[in-house]
C-alpha cells in the first residue's frame, strides 16, 4: 500500500510543502490528498487523522504522522537508503538542530512573509524582529553549507531533511525580495532549480482559493 501524504494548499501551505518535497526529491513514492485550507469540511477530513486537525499527515496503512519534522523522522527511518539525514553523525546531529530550530523558531519572518508562490518578487518592508530571523537564517545556512556542504549545492552537500524544513524559507526570501548573503543566493537557487520545486510552484500558481490572511498586499492579489 502507497504511503499517503494530505496537504493544504500548495500556494499557501509551507507545512505541508515541507514533506512534500523531501518524499519527491528523494524519490518516495506517495500519494497526496490536497485539501483547501478554508474548506468547510477541513477539520473534519483532516480530523479523521490527526487529532490537530492540522496539515501534514503521512499515512501509512494503521501509521499516522503528523507535523513536518515528526513525519520527515519517520521517513528518514522507513527509508534509511534515502539518506534524508547526513551519515557522519556530527552532520547529521548539526542537521537535526538547525531543523529543530526552524520547526521552532522564525515566527516574525513567518507572520510577516507568509509563503505565497504566487506572488510576483516585490520587496517589502521588514521591521526588526524580521531582519534578526533573517540574518540569523543567512549565519545558519553560511555555517552549514561552509562546514558540511562540500559534496552538493545543499546545506550538507545533497538534499535532505533539512533543506526540506528550509524549503519555505527559500520561497519567502525570494517572494518579499529580501537581500541575503552571496552564500545563501546560490543557496536558494539551488533549491529553486529543483524540478520538485517547479512542479509544487506550477500547481500552486493555478489554484482557485485566494487567503485573504496570506495575502500582505489585500485587497490587492497580485500573481506573476
Known amino acids: 500500500m502507497p504511503l499517503t501524504l494530505i496537504i493544504g494548499n500548495k500556494n499557501y501551505s509551507s507545512w505541508s510543502f515541507r514533506p512534500w518535497i523531501a518524499m519527491k526529491v528523494a524519490g518516495i513514492p506517495f500519494e497526496e490528498i490536497l485539501l483547501s485550507l478554508e474548506a468547510p469540511d477541513f477539520k473534519a477530513r483532516v480530523a479523521l487523522h490527526s487529532g490537530t486537525g492540522k496539515v501534514p499527515v503521512l499515512i501509512d496503512g494503521a501509521v499516522k504522522v503528523w507535523e513536518s519534522l515528526s513525519i520527515l523522522e519517520y521517513l528518514a527511518d522507513k527509508f534509511p537508503d534515502k539518506a534524508l539525514w547526513p551519515v557522519d553523525p556530527a552532520a547529521r546531529a548539526h542537521a537535526r538542530t538547525v531543523a529543530s530550530e526552524m520547526h521552532a523558531g522564525f515566527g516574525p519572518l513567518r507572520r510577516h512573509c507568509p509563503m505565497n508562490m504566487w506572488r510576483p518578487v516585490i520587496k517589502r518592508e521588514l521591521p526588526d524582529d524580521v531582519v534578526q530571523n533573517v540574518s540569523r537564517i543567512d549565519a545558519l545556512w553560511t555555517d552549514c553549507r561552509t562546514r558540511f556542504g562540500q559534496r552538493g549545492p ?17 520561497s519567502r526570501l525570494h517572494t518579499y525580495g529580501i537581500e541575503v548573503s552571496a552564500v545563501a543566493r546560490a543557496y536558494m537557487a539551488a533549491v529553486m532549480a529543483l524540478p520538485a520545486w517547479e512542479e509544487w510552484r506550477a500547481a500552486g500558481v493555478v489554484e482557485p482559493w485566494v487567503l485573504p490572511h496570506d495575502e500582505v498586499d489585500w485587497p490587492v492579489v497580485r500573481k506573476a
Not at 162 to 168: K, L
Open 154 to 170: 545543499f546545506l550538507f552537500g545533497g538534499f535532505g531533511a533539512a533543506d526540506a524544513m528550509y524549503a519555505p524559507v527559500v
